[in-house]
C-alpha cells in the first residue's frame, strides 16, 4: 500500500468558500478553486476526496474553469493498463477571478440601476398623464 498526502480544506478556506458563492459561484467551483489554490496541482479523484464534492461535481466545476481560461489540464499516464489521468492546476491568479465577479456584478448593478431611473421617469409621465 502506498502512502500519499492529501490536503483537506481548513476553517478559513471554507469562510473564502462562503464568500465566492455570494458572488455567485457555485458551491462546486468555489470549493474547487479554494482547493487549487493551495495545491500546485491535483487530479479530479484528489479533488474529489479532500474537497467532499462528487465526481460529477467536480467534472461541472472544471469545465466551467476550463472554459473561463482559469485552469490548465495535462493528461498524466498512470501505472500500467487504463486511461490517462488529468491533472489540473490553477493558471489563473485569483485576484483576476475575483475581478471578474466584481464587473458582473458591478455591469449587473448597473442595469438595475438604470431600469429602475427608467422606471421613476415613465412613472411621472403617466402619473401627470393621469392627472389631467
Do not use: C
Not at 56 to 67: Q, W, Y
Amino acid at each position: 500500500m502506498k502512502d500519499h498526502e492529501i490536503k483537506v480544506l481548513d476553517e478559513k478556506d471554507h469562510i473564502f468558500i462562503e464568500t465566492l458563492k455570494t458572488f455567485g459561484m457555485s458551491k462546486s467551483v468555489a470549493t474547487t478553486m479554494a482547493y487549487l489554490m493551495n495545491v500546485d496541482k491535483a487530479s479530479a479523484r484528489e479533488i474529489e476526496i479532500s474537497t467532499g464534492l462528487r465526481q460529477p461535481e467536480v467534472s461541472v466545476a472544471m469545465k466551467l474553469m476550463l472554459d473561463q481560461s482559469w485552469v490548465s489540464v495535462l493528461s498524466e499516464k498512470g501505472h500500467g493498463k487504463g486511461r490517462p489521468m488529468k491533472i489540473y492546476s490553477l493558471v489563473t491568479p485569483v485576484d483576476k477571478i475575483i475581478s471578474y465577479y466584481e464587473n458582473k456584478i458591478y455591469k449587473a448593478s448597473q442595469a438595475t440601476l438604470s431600469a429602475i431611473e427608467k422606471l421613476k421617469a415613465m412613472s411621472k409621465t403617466m402619473s401627470l398623464t393621469a392627472s389631467k
